[in-house]
C-alpha cells in the first residue's frame, strides 16, 4: 500500500510565496517519479514538474523561473517552493508518484492567489 499526501496550500497575494510538500509512504520501487500536477478552474490538467530517482528535474516552462522542486535524500518526499505565484496559479495541485506498473495520486491541496 502506497499513500500519497500533499499539504501547504492556502490562500496567498500575488508575488507571494508557498512551499507545498508531498510525502509517499509505503513500499516504493525505483525507477520512479514524483510529480506535481494541477488543475485550474475549467482547464485541463498539466504538468507542472517532477523529479525522478535518477535526478533529473523537470519544469513547465510557465514555471519554470519561479518553482524549485526537490526531493530529499531517503526519496520519500517532494517539495514545490514557488515563488512570485500570480493569480494564473490558482489551481487544486495534485501530487503523484509513479513507479514500474503503478500510479498513485493524493487527494490535492489548493492554492489561491489574489491579485
Known amino acids: 500500500q502506497v499513500q500519497v499526501v500533499e499539504s501547504g496550500g492556502g490562500l496567498v497575494q500575488a508575488g507571494g510565496s508557498l512551499k507545498l510538500s508531498c510525502t509517499v509512504s509505503?513500499?516504493?520501487?525505483?525507477?520512479?517519479?514524483i510529480a506535481w500536477h494541477r488543475q485550474a478552474p475549467g482547464k485541463e490538467r498539466e504538468l507542472v514538474a517532477y523529479?525522478?530517482?535518477?535526478?533529473?528535474?523537470f519544469y513547465m516552462d510557465s514555471v519554470k523561473d519561479r518553482v524549485t522542486i526537490s526531493r530529499d535524500g531517503a526519496k520519500n518526499t517532494v517539495y514545490l517552493q514557488m515563488n512570485g505565484l500570480k493569480p494564473e496559479d490558482t489551481a487544486v495541485y495534485y501530487c503523484a508518484h509513479t513507479g514500474p506498473g503503478y500510479e498513485y495520486w493524493g487527494q490535492g491541496t489548493l492554492v489561491t492567489v489574489t491579485s
Open positions: 523529479a525522478s530517482s535518477g535526478g533529473y528535474i
Open positions: 509505503g513500499r516504493t520501487s525505483t525507477p520512479n517519479l
